[in-house]
């Protein structure tokens, strides 16, 4: 963890700046949740998609324009709907919103699970990552309930104390959190786990169908596999109860490989 | 590099099935030309994007089903397009038109450079870790000119070069290669070069418009800025001439910065 929070002293410190995103959209119940969970801790600005942006990964708008429109939806807090993606609402919120990098980035609190290889495939995720990717300290939240009237109150309570922990301390700029929150009450929760990303996936199953016109098209469905025996990965921490955060990075060089091929494949 | 490609032997070995996507669009002269580089290297099923998808990431298509066309646009070769994202392709490509996982999957080549950051936005780069993730070795290529109109020679030329290398030996299944071919004449280019991903990346700056309403949109827009003075990298490499591989991997986990929270957020 290194300096970029602040360059004025503790004491000093000016309120934060935290930008608040997600993909479920704008009037989904988790970023409502995530606001009031962390709206005294900072100055909140909400960016967020219009509609929602679930499995969008890390895609941006090409090609057509953007807008943004101001809400009155979150009581004393300043909120935008973007016409884009998480990832293009971070980039615009940087822009045109705020004018500045914010302090802290926070995306979610997603409506269902993004551990494991789900980190890649979300829309949550996704603006986290360039929220990192521009220098801004992030965290997604995400809660394994894809109920629309899901209990947020432990995913709360945990947000808040995970931003409390990084608002003291001077995370590097680079830093992204990938938290997930187990759907069971506060109680059972055994605390906060640091871990590794599961490699555990979806074994795609496409549903066939024939319209009514006799052309097929096709649904994507899939079954949940954990192909990952290990207890340090994020699947096995929330399935002993457990929030789980994993440290993300967006360097994808896998250096392994690198020096394997550099051995094999010298400069020609 | 590890077992997976076959269980026959060298002499043995059954012709690969290679499928080839991308995310420009299935009547990108890119695609075109990696299908003719490769041709005879095995039987190609191509199963690419109806129309461009640049930008998409690693976007997937939730909440409504997927088209897949049959096209008879090259010649001797099975072909399909895909009302999805490359991503979704890869998937639909495995369950729905092989109906089992290809020996190898190319994407490209794409119109335009995907170093650097720009792999994490890229839809070819993200066909090719989809099929990486579902334990099929994949390489994405791209060219640095996003002309309708440029010269492919010598993408060609290293795009055959590096599948002929991968088919000779027996690739790990999660393996995937980023390479880009710099825009020059074949006789400038120096060999190929394994590299690192640069700390290189757009430094936005959306532009504003109104509409005749009067309303506000924005344009995104960007600078191409290298904050990486590292020579191992890919910029560096396609600067000095060399065509870039970059190993690259689906684990996001910051081990580092894991080590470091471990030792400050013990289990609560």
Redesign the interface.
Known sequence: ?FSIMSTSTKKEKAEPVILVTNDDGITAPGIRNLVEAVKDLGKIVVVAPDK?Q??????????Q????HAMHIFDGVEAWQCSG?P??CV??A???VLHRKPDLCLSGINHGANHS?N???SGTM?AA?EAA?ESIPSVGFSLLDYSIEADFSAARKYARLIVE?LLKGTP?RH??LNVNIPSVPDELI????????A?A?YE???I??NDPNG??????TGQFVNFDEGKDTDVWALEHN?VS???????????V??D???K??K??
Chains 1, 2 share one sequence.
């Open positions: 963890m929602p679930s499995g969008m990964g890390h895609a941006i708008t090409i090609g324009p953007l807008r943004l993606t990832v293009d980039k615009l940087v822009d045109k290889i980190v890649i495939y996704s990552v990717i922990k590097d830093m992204v055994k605390g906060i786990s640091v871990c590794r990303q490699y996936k795609e199953d496409f066939e169908r052309h097929k098209y096709y649904w994507l457990y955060v994993v440290p993300v990075q967006f360097d994808l060089t896998n250096y490989l690198k394997k091929l550099e094999m494949w400069p020609s």
